[in-house]
């Protein structure tokens, strides 16, 4: 819709996501799934970008607690550990069988924190917005660790 300029369509979608959001932040398709946080925060980013509009007031709260809840989801970061820092096991691939650790978790992840920190950014929420981008680049640095954790281990450079 976005792309085609039905902006006010997009936007009314928009606004029908945030009455679905839990208490601790989660905006949740089913149980056991780690990237519809990410999917939303980074959602409302690309519409401001391609609407070319700030992100308005009542957003702030729902994208800080969403950013949030993605922090609070991340494994202990012990470096040690072969999912150290990522997204727990969930069932976002469910069509490919059972409970799994899924990298594009992750990568939704960063992908929310680092649209959130932009929206906070420009609401004027700098400390909160810096805190995530660092979260962000956290969470990147240990999917980057994992990934080459299990390129050695499979002795190939793809999974």
Not at 76 to 89: I, S, V
Request: glycine share 8%.
């Amino acid at each position: 819709m976005l792309c085609v300029g039905l902006t006010g369509r997009a936007s009314h979608v928009i606004e029908r996501f945030f009455p679905r959001q839990t208490a601790r932040g989660c905006f949740r398709s089913q149980e056991g799934e780690w990237d519809a946080n990410g999917e939303v925060l980074w959602i409302l980013w690309r519409f401001c970008e391609l609407a070319g509009r700030a992100p308005p007031p009542h957003w702030f709260r729902p994208v800080a607690k969403a950013a949030r809840g993605i922090v609070r989801k991340r494994l202990p970061d012990e470096k040690a550990t072969p999912h150290a820092g990522l997204l727990p096991a969930g069932f976002s691939a469910e069509h490919l069988g059972p409970n799994d650790y899924y990298y594009w978790d992750d990568f939704w992840g960063v992908a929310g924190l680092r649209s959130a920190a932009a929206m906070l950014s420009d609401a004027d929420q700098t400390l909160e917005a810096r805190e995530l981008g660092r979260q962000a680049d956290d969470c990147a640095a240990a999917i980057d660790r994992s990934l080459e954790r299990a390129r050695a281990r499979l002795q190939s450079p793809g999974l």
